[in-house]
């Protein structure tokens, strides 16, 4: 069991981040034979959510991270039995209900999310490229990272990459969305997945490519040539089309590094060309980002186009769609370079799943310490060589 310096004052006080989790984790049932058990389910979760914390990945890393640091952990831990061995974290985390380390994971993050109006929440997935075996295909978690919190709030394992599309309304459904903007890449574009929005009281902005080949080139042609008519120089009295002339535009130039970018936000509300209208629910605007990029003398231009449930208003849109690549640039590049995830070869049983769970519950309470100045590998280093800093994170 996990102690504390003076538990009788816990219930008195708001809780923090690790009396919230544990209490969270509590709850889970044990895979094992509890006759046959010699460390307790928690002792095991604690030590392997520290090894991540501090910069470890693998199961052998658990054993010897608890083993330098037994007598830290023994403070507050019950280790009945000693650290246990990188087989025993093994077949625990093959072996517990991913489901259910989910639903606590969704719950503890739940409580640590702060409520901000129009929050985008990007759903995108990635690939768990070495959890498998040579007759298996490549594993996939789709994930959801709510943009202003900085949190992962949940994640699903999907066989393979086709099937996204049946995981994400799956995890829509286990999120508290109302309220909230919900993008998602290409593959998420789905009359399905628009529907599970607008029923959770969520807007969406949802990338339209080639899966949607109709409604893709439908869209492209009425916003390229609805772009191309405000550009054209009109006589004397002349008047703009409708569509032209309501066109919501906004403009941002980034430079960063020797890269020049220009970003060039466009939403319409003009709809009734559109034949399919009827069948997205709650759809209300159209939009195109068109990037233009120098880097190093060359320059490349690229548009996008979306469908939304948003109202015309170009400043919303244009953080949706800007927002929605936080999912690569915070949770899915944090995962490969600061844990490592695509070398991860963990695969037995449920643990690639469970593995990836634990990676984000650690990611959470690194993002939610802020008296560090550092990024997510320096706060690791520090965790790794400070017990007083890995306690602050834990929030001991």
Not at 188 to 209: P, S, W
Not at 319 to 342: I, T, Y
Request: glycine letters at 6%.
């Amino acid at each position: 069991m996990l102690k504390h310096p003076d538990e009788s004052k816990i219930n008195e006080q708001p809780q923090t981040p690790i009396t919230s989790l544990m209490a969270h984790l509590a709850p889970m049932a044990d895979p094992r034979v509890e006759r046959r058990s010699d460390h307790d389910l928690i002792d095991i979760l604690v030590i392997a959510v520290c090894t991540l914390l501090c910069g470890g990945e693998t199961f052998n890393d658990m054993e010897d991270f608890g083993e330098a640091k037994f007598d830290w952990f023994k403070t507050f831990l019950t280790l009945r039995s000693g650290i246990p061995s990188h087989d025993t974290f093994n077949r625990v985390f093959a072996a517990m209900d991913p489901k259910e380390f989910l639903d606590c994971f969704l719950r503890w993050t739940q409580s640590l999310r702060q409520a901000v109006s129009q929050e985008v929440v990007a759903v995108d997935g990635k690939a768990l490229r070495r959890a498998l075996n040579k007759d298996q295909s490549m594993k996939y978690i789709v994930s959801a990272w709510a943009e202003s919190n900085g949190l992962v709030l949940g994640q699903l394992k999907v066989a393979d990459k086709s099937n996204e599309i049946t995981a994400v309304p799956e995890l829509l459904r286990v999120l508290e969305l109302s309220g909230c903007i919900v993008t998602i890449d290409a593959m998420g574009c789905q009359k399905k997945i628009a529907r599970e929005i607008i029923e959770a009281d969520a807007d969406y902005v949802l990338a339209l490519k080639g899966n949607q080949e109709t409604v893709h080139e439908e869209v492209k042609a009425f916003l390229d040539q609805t772009v191309a008519q405000t550009q054209v120089q009109l006589p004397p009295g002349g008047k703009r089309p409708k569509a032209a002339a309501q066109l919501a535009f906004l403009e941002t130039i980034e430079k960063d590094h020797g890269r020049f970018e220009i970003r060039r936000f466009y939403q319409s509300a003009e709809l009734e060309w559109f034949a399919d209208l009827a069948k997205w629910e709650g759809l209300k605007s159209v939009g195109m980002v068109e990037s233009v990029r120098e880097v190093g003398g060359k320059s490349t231009t690229e548009r996008r186009y979306f469908l939304s449930s948003l109202e015309l208003g170009i400043e919303t849109f244009a953080r949706a769609a800007r927002s929605h690549w936080g999912v690569e640039n915070k949770l899915h590049w944090v995962m490969d370079v600061c844990f490592r995830e695509d070398q991860s070869r963990a695969r037995a049983g449920y643990a690639a799943e469970n593995l990836a769970t634990l990676r984000r519950l650690a990611l959470n309470l690194l993002k939610r310490e802020k008296t560090k100045k550092r990024g997510i590998k320096g706060k690791q280093l520090n965790a790794g060589w400070n017990n007083e800093y890995l306690l602050r994170l834990l929030g001991i």
